[in-house]
């Protein structure tokens, strides 16, 4: 790639909207880097799949998002969780 080529993609990036898949692959290649390099002798290496957002896959049922929301509060201490249907 030339001097030339480099300024056009350049200038190109400055005018196109961030594309989020992108970004969320940075993110991830910046978290990948940081666990394995702190990671202990002989723990498995983090691949980039560990962090990456899979945007497609459905999501879940909203019943399954409020049980989860649920042990969340429990495991930090909630004393009363109203149900939806309260």
Excluded: H
Aim: with cysteine.
């Amino acid at each position: 790639m030339d001097s030339r080529e480099f300024a056009e993609w350049a200038a190109y990036d400055q005018i196109e909207l961030p594309d989020p898949y992108r970004q969320d692959t940075r993110l991830a290649q910046v978290c990948q880097t940081l666990v394995n390099v702190n990671r202990t002798k002989g723990s498995p290496v983090a691949k980039l799949s560990d962090f990456r957002l899979d945007w497609d896959v459905a999501p879940r049922a909203v019943a399954s998002l409020m049980n989860t929301m649920r042990q969340w509060m429990r495991m930090f201490g909630a004393k009363k969780i109203k149900d939806a249907d309260e």
